[in-house]
């Protein structure tokens, strides 16, 4: 279905199960995009600053938190199709500090499909109050053993720590900074000009252009206390590349549309973009897992998804390959109910 009968239905879609969660009595407010069969719609609630009283818009720059990962992935993918590395690549392979028993036989496809078993303190609560220099992170790694019963490959255990290790192998593969990969392989190429991964300052500030952090929106809290100043940026590794990505939905609507395989996408980044959601481990009958991405059926739709949050930001993309649907959230608070896009939103936008 397109034209004015479809924007009709999809308006009714986003007022009935996404409106509710973003009004004026929630803290922050909403970014969201909307792709079906070729046409974006954008929908924006809320306030990306509560003192200034600042509307949200689809050009606000939002933390991205875990939804980072699919980037990251996306290198992966594309590095394998050009032969310039391997899924079954041992780490150590390209981080020649690795000498751990178990650690130096983990792959990168099983970094980039969370079952190297791999699970550090940093990725689970109580959450650990210190923070690690790039020494330490390696040093914690050669350590570290997985539980009984437990080996790489065979499990799905959801890990930060293993993406920044992955960050760090293809630092070192190519010689260049995430950021820089990032920006060269994906987000030129796809014209995506809001996208950004930037280094943070002592008060753990992203460091950008003034013009680029008044569009930041300020993060809140599930019951709408501020957390940090506009670009606070979060986690407990202290070396480059760590931080988070921050992004607007105008933007995440261009890379949406490429993983879709629609947009000005080079062939090759979007055979990538397509490669990272092809299912690599199976953890049930409901679930499974890519790379990065997570794969889901519900009532007979097939879903691609990737959630990601922290205490003041939530962001969420998902996708339903099979009929040319997605759907970007972002959300300036935390625990904003992301579950509604994956059980509500998507099926019904897949029925239009």
């Keep these: 279905m397109t034209g004015p009968d479809a924007d009709s239905r999809v308006e009714d879609i986003m007022a009935a199960n996404i409106a509710p969660a973003a009004t004026a009595g929630h803290a922050g407010g909403l970014a969201s995009v909307v792709y079906v069969a070729g046409h974006t719609r954008f929908f924006s609630y809320g306030l990306a600053d509560q003192a200034e009283k600042r509307p949200i818009t689809p050009d606000s720059l939002f933390n991205i938190a875990s939804l980072r990962k699919v980037f990251e992935a996306a290198l992966v993918a594309l590095g394998t199709l050009r032969g310039e590395l391997r899924l079954d690549d041992p780490v150590s392979k390209y ?33 650990p109050n210190a923070s690690y220099s790039l020494v330490e992170f390696i ?28 960050q760090l192998a ?49 993060g809140y ?76 059926d519900v009532d007979g739709v097939s879903i691609v998804d990737k959630p990601g949050g922290l205490n003041n930001a939530t962001a969420y993309m998902g996708l339903v390959p099979g009929r040319k649907v997605g759907v970007v959230l972002l959300a300036n608070r935390g625990e904003f109910p992301h579950e509604i896009a994956r059980y509500r939103v998507l099926p019904a936008l897949s029925r239009l």
């Design 95 to 127: 981080v020649g500090e690795l000498r751990g028993d178990y650690i130096r036989r983990v792959t990168i496809g099983e970094l980039a499909a969370h079952t190297s078993g791999l699970l550090l303190p940093t990725d689970h609560p109580p959450w």
């Design 139 to 166: 040093d914690m790694l050669n350590v570290w053993t997985p539980h009984a019963g437990e080996e790489a490959g065979k499990q799905r255990i959801y890990s930060h720590a293993g993406y920044v290790l992955l």
């Design 170 to 218: 293809l630092e070192r593969r190519y010689g260049l900074p995430i950021d820089q990969l990032i920006q060269s392989r994906i987000l030129r190429p796809l014209n995506m000009n809001s996208t950004l991964l930037p280094e943070r300052r002592p008060d753990r500030r992203a460091i950008m252009s003034p013009a680029l952090m008044q569009r930041v929106v300020q």
């Design 221 to 296: 809290s599930d019951n709408g206390m501020p957390i940090g100043p506009r670009g606070n940026q979060q986690g407990y590794f202290e070396f480059p590349g760590t931080g988070q990505m921050f992004t607007s939905a105008r933007d995440l609507a261009i890379f949406l549309a490429a993983c879709l395989g629609d947009g000005a996408a080079d062939p090759q980044l979007r055979e990538a973009l397509q490669m990272t959601q092809r299912e690599m481990f199976r953890v049930s009958e409901q679930f499974g897992q890519a790379m990065a991405w997570e794969t889901i």
